[in-house]
């Protein structure tokens, strides 16, 4: 069974930056495709950003220039800089994984909260 945990949310000011750590049970080559959503409150939970395991990585259009994914395959592990936050980035922002086989992953989610 895969699992992923993400880490790395917290309360930030306008402006500044986090970086969430996504870290998977096995490897992160065994992924078709991994990618970050995000849920604000009262709101329906949103893709952020897709990596599939090969072609261009895809970004919201409110995110880009922003933030930014990266992978460390030796660590199991998908990162999401987030810079210049703004307060409607504020949400729970979750880890997901696909194979391909057709089943998929979720984590649990780590809370994002930017203040004015």
């Known amino acids: 069974q895969v699992q992923l945990v993400e880490s790395g949310g917290g309360l930030v000011q306008a402006g500044e930056s986090l970086r969430l750590s996504c870290v998977a049970s096995g490897s992160i080559f065994s992924f078709n495709a991994m990618a970050w959503y995000r849920q604000a409150p009262g709101k329906e939970r949103e893709l952020v950003v897709h990596i599939p395991s090969s072609g261009m990585i895809n970004y919201i259009y409110s995110v880009k220039g922003r933030f930014t994914i990266t992978r460390d395959n030796a660590k199991n592990t998908v990162y999401l800089h987030m810079n210049s936050l703004k307060p409607e980035d504020t949400g729970v922002y979750y880890c997901?994984?696909?194979?391909?086989?057709?089943?998929?992953?979720w984590g649990r989610g780590t809370q994002v909260t930017v203040s004015s």
């Open positions: 997901y994984a696909a194979k391909r086989d057709g089943s998929d992953y």
